[in-house]
């Protein structure tokens, strides 16, 4: 079983900076995939981006690719997503999710193990 806690979310005005944390317990090992998915309201949860928990690659979607960063502390268990240069549009709450599989999916489906979502606010 796996428990992850997000943390870090907040207010910030656009072109501003936020880091968000996931704190994982439980059974992760090198080969777990770990994801950051967003959902805004009304709208689906959709994906932000995942690396194997390892971390040799990371994949993000097109509307974040080079503002967001993701990395990883594992003798901390803690993945983190580095969000800079936020929009309006990036508001949303932002979850973590974890799957023991090698190939980083970027489907909701792909993953079973989620966390309780923490909110980002982008002010203009």
């Known amino acids: 079983q796996v428990q992850l806690v997000e943390s870090g979310g907040g207010l910030v005005q656009a072109g501003g900076s936020l880091r968000l944390s996931c704190a994982a317990s439980?059974?992760?090992?090198?080969?777990?995939?770990m994801a950051w998915f967003r959902q805004a309201p009304g709208k689906e949860r959709e994906f932000v981006a995942a690396s194997s928990w390892s971390g040799s690659s990371t994949y993000y979607a097109d509307s974040v690719k080079g503002r967001f960063t993701g990395s990883r502390d594992i003798a901390k268990n803690t993945v983190y997503l580095q969000m800079n240069m936020l929009k309006p549009e990036d508001t949303a709450v932002y979850y973590c999710a974890a799957e023991p599989s090698r190939f980083p999916g970027r489907l909701k489906n792909d993953y079973n193990y989620w966390g309780q979502g923490t909110q980002v606010t982008v002010s203009s």
């Open positions: 439980g059974r992760i090992f090198s080969w777990y995939t």
